[in-house]
Every structure is written in structure tokens, then in C-alpha cells.
């Protein structure tokens, strides 16, 4: 993103270092390209992974993501390898204000999936399909990408960031021992506080906020369970206890939040080194050295490519559609079949949740009623009744 890429050093890089660096620098953007283009297209081919309202701010972001090792990294490697910029001052403001409205993009998108979840786990099922509404859903992630502008081409083109710090940044900008000239993105104290707190620290406080409430409401959930669990449980042991199901469903849904908080673990250890060092900078003089500003640039980048690899291993469905897409549909990674078919359900209240009472027809022609299914209040789980 925020990019103070000072390569003005006369010596370069070694051969050996220079292929080292080509070489992780490829896996990066490879490994971002591909990860992100298999959440897009498994979301696309899934239609049980098209159900569940978060995927289109995954998929937003997978794309937000892909264009970051598209349109942003390459020509940052090619910085980075040369020691130089050649492609002018003019595209060196383009590029620069890609990276900021990409990566800057990429976060909130992590914001807005955070707040979807709070509102599916913590709040009633009518609460959340008030809030979101297809077009609540739609304004949010206009937003994840309109807002990013605020702070990338519109203050960047009109060098905004760049007032009372001209002279500096025409000293970095070229390198006297070996003519070369460089693209160099520093930011005045204005700019960096205002930039760091939209793009970083407010979706970051949000975020804390939401997979705190979250956590909070599945360990009531998980009571409360506990507590129907023993109410319901049958007197004769040799019966099929009735809960197992919703006890299935409740670490499923456990499960899911705490990879969510994994995602945004991973986003913190990646974009905090950066943003703090963002915000000191100005006031130490910018004196940070330009390879700690590399490092933490490309600490960042890398995030864009963990989050399909955090979806591959920790979410089963994700997994599964991954698998049939590398398999070429292989039909054993697909769904069981359904033994049966449920028809609509009725729900009812205890305690302050919503339960689900199931009917199940199955294939033999004989009609059994499935054991009560208390399910928490997570409206897609109550959409999936319907």
C-alpha cells in the first residue's frame, strides 16, 4: 500500500540474492493469483456456497486481492530487483494509488465480512435480514471500494500527501551515484494519520469489536445447548439422543467464526507492522530505513494471498469446492446425497433462541418427524429451513 520505496542504494542486489528474491517474489504473486482465482471460480460454480450472503464480500475480496498481484506487485518486484523506477513519474502515482485503493479495499472488505457474521450469530434472524438486504449488501461493498478513492487517486494525483515534504522527496527520488530515479511515496503527518486511521485502525477496532461479540455469543449459545441437551435427553440411553445434530451445527458454526478471527489474526500480524511504522515515520523525521519499509510493504502483500489458503484448509466447504475444481469434478468430493427431502419447518422459541422443528420424508414412502433441531439464531441457518 503506503509504499516509502527507497531503493537508492549505489551496490544493489548480488546475483545470488537477486535470484533468491525472484524467487519468492514469483512465488508470492503466483500464490496470490491462483488462490484467489479459485475462491472466485469455486464461489461461482458452488450453488450452496452462492446461498450464504459473506461469500460476495469473499468474492469482492478475492478480487480486490487479485488485482493487488496483478496490478501492483509486478511492478513493484521490478522496483525492487532493478533498483529503479522506469516507467515515469506519471505511472509511478498511478501505480502507487492502485496500491493504496487495492490493499485499502482488501481491509475493509475483512471489516464488512466481520460485521456480516456479528449480525448473523449475535443478533435475531430478523435483525440480520433487515440489515442485510441485498441492497444493504450492495451499498456495503460500494462502499469497500468508493471509500479507498477518498484516500488513494483523488489526494495522491492532487499530491496532497506530498505538501511540506517536497524538497525530501525530490532528494530520494534520485540517486547521484547511479543516476537512477525511483518512485518514492512519502507522506506528510496530515496524510498518514488520516490514511492510517481509514484504511487501518477504524476496520481494525471494528473488527475487534465484532469477533469479540461473537465469541461472547457462542459460548452463551454453547450453554445453552448444554442446558437443552440435558432437559431433552431421553431417559432410555439405547435411543438416538436428539440434540446431536444441533450440537453438530453449534461447533460447525463455532468452527466458522474462529477461522474468521484466524483471517483477521493473519491480517493484523501482516498490515500492523506497516501502519504503525506509517504513523511514527513522520514524527521521527523519516528516518525508518527504506529496507524496514520493504519489508513490512511486502509483509502486507503477502496477506493477499493467505486468505484463500486460510479459506482451503479451515473451511470445509470452501475445501470441498476447491477439490472438486483441482479434481475436475470428481464426483467423491461432492456433497452425500440427501436421504431425504425436508420440507418447510416451524420454528418456535426457548429461553430467547429460535429452535427448528424438521419433517423429513423419506424415500420409502414412510413420514418420520426428525427430532426437534434447536438451532441458534444465525439467520442463514434459518434461511436453509425455507
Not at 469489536?209 to 457462542?218: G, N, P, Q
Not at 528516518?287 to 482451503?312: C, D, E, K, M, R
Request: with cysteine; hydrophobic share 45%.
Amino acid at each position: 500500500m503506503l509504499e516509502n520505496m527507497i531503493f537508492y542504494s549505489s551496490e544493489g542486489f548480488g546475483v545470488a540474492e537477486k535470484i533468491i528474491l525472484i524467487t519468492f517474489i514469483s512465488a508470492v504473486i503466483l500464490m496470490t493469483i491462483l488462490g484467489n482465482l479459485l475462491v472466485m471460480v469455486a464461489v461461482c460454480r458452488d450453488r450452496q456456497l452462492r446461498k450464504i450472503k459473506t461469500n460476495y464480500f469473499i468474492v469482492s475480496l478475492a478480487f480486490a486481492d487479485l488485482l493487488v498481484s496483478v496490478l501492483v506487485m509486478p511492478f513493484g518486484a521490478i522496483e525492487l530487483v532493478q533498483n529503479k523506477w522506469i516507467y515515469g513519474e506519471m505511472f509511478c502515482l498511478v501505480r502507487t494509488s492502485l496500491d493504496v485503493l487495492l490493499t485499502t479495499a482488501s481491509i475493509l472488505h475483512l471489516c464488512c465480512i466481520s460485521l456480516d457474521r456479528y449480525y448473523a450469530i449475535c443478533c435475531q434472524p430478523l435483525v440480520y435480514r433487515n440489515k442485510m438486504t441485498p441492497l444493504r449488501i450492495a451499498l456495503m461493498l460500494s462502499g469497500c471500494w468508493i471509500i479507498p478513492t477518498f484516500i488513494s487517486f483523488l489526494p495522491i494525483m492532487q499530491g496532497w500527501n506530498s505538501i511540506g515534504i517536497l524538497d525530501l522527496i525530490e532528494k530520494r527520488k534520485y540517486s547521484k551515484d547511479s543516476n537512477a530515479t525511483y518512485c518514492i511515496f512519502m507522506v506528510n503527518k496530515p496524510y498518514a494519520i488520516t490514511c492510517s486511521v481509514v484504511a487501518f485502525y477504524i476496520p481494525f477496532f471494528l473488527m475487534v469489536l465484532a469477533y469479540y461479540r461473537i465469541y461472547v455469543t457462542a459460548r452463551e449459545h454453547a450453554r445453552q445447548i448444554g442446558v437443552l441437551q440435558r432437559a431433552g435427553a431421553p431417559a432410555d440411553h439405547r435411543h438416538h439422543h436428539p440434540d446431536q445434530h444441533t450440537t453438530h451445527r453449534m461447533k460447525t458454526e463455532t468452527k466458522a467464526a474462529k477461522t474468521l478471527c484466524i483471517i483477521m489474526g493473519c491480517f493484523c500480524l501482516c498490515w500492523a507492522p506497516f501502519f504503525i511504522t506509517n504513523v511514527i515515520d513522520p514524527f521521527i523525521n523519516y528516518s525508518v530505513p527504506g529496507q524496514l519499509w520493504t519489508a513490512f510493504l511486502w509483509l502486507g502483500y503477502i496477506n493477499s494471498g493467505l486468505n484463500p489458503f486460510l479459506y482451503a484448509f479451515l473451511n470445509k466447504s470452501f475445501r470441498r469446492a476447491f477439490l472438486i475444481i483441482l479434481c475436475c469434478g470428481d464426483e467423491k468430493y461432492r456433497r452425500p446425497s440427501i436421504l431425504g427431502q425436508t420440507v418447510p419447518c416451524s420454528t418456535t422459541t426457548i429461553n430467547g433462541s429460535t429452535h427448528v422443528l424438521r419433517y423429513t420424508v423419506l424415500y420409502n414412502g414412510h413420514h418420520h418427524e426428525q427430532d426437534r433441531l434447536p438451532i441458534h439464531n444465525d439467520a442463514e441457518s434459518q434461511e436453509s429451513c425455507f
